[in-house]
């Protein structure tokens, strides 16, 4: 079955730790995206990248990274200089063609310890 | 700016009742896209429909249906005869194309609905 893929489901951060979620899909789209979601807050854009090796900022870039060495997988790093981590944290992806839709993976949920 | 509002922070319904969740959207450009996602209790977004600004049919699937109106920047979605399994977050995104040519969504706050029996 195409679909994405996230994992954990549920991961927990100790203070001072640098996590990684994974992101993976097999639709053989080009473009990908990582989005948070706080409660009441619908979801704003962490990083997105439309081709291998090439990534660009979102809207609350800070305390994150990311990489797209494959056209499949594109992790997030919350590194430790991100001091309110806990979110629910969707990854997307889209053809990247003119009438694309985005289509989202099952979320992971990060708790901070 | 791009923007989305979705002045609802919450609705309740008794299954059977029908609902319209509302969604007014802010842009300068003259062609642009606006997205409906459901987000059931298991988080995954769910992709509902995919307007562009040129074609202004309304559109109706099912019990869904969604009336766009450029001249009063909406795009209300509609559901007749609401049931339990329709309890969701429900988000309205615009399509925002950036000056490196890529594009993202800007998300309204969502709707959360609550169908009781």
Known sequence: DGGITQSPKYLFRKEGQNVTLSCEQNLNHDAMYWYRQDPGQ??????????????????????YSVSREKKESFPLTVTSAQKNPTA?????????QVLETQYFGPGTRLLVL | AQKVTQAQTEISVVEKEDVTLDCVYETRDTTYYLFWYKQPPSGELVFLIRRNSFDEQ???SGRYSWNFQKSTSSFNFT????????SAVYFCALRNFMNSGYSTLTFGKGTMLLVSP
Not at chain 1, 47 to 61: E, H
């Open chain 1, 42 to 63: 619908g979801l704003r854009l962490i990083y997105y990248s439309q081709i291998v090796n090439d990534f660009q900022k979102g809207d609350i870039a800070e305390g």
């Open chain 2, 58 to 60: 309304n559109e109706i």
């Open chain 1, 88 to 96: 629910f944290y969707l990854c997307a992806s889209s053809s990247g």
């Open chain 2, 79 to 86: 559901i007749t005869a609401s049931q339990v399994v329709d």
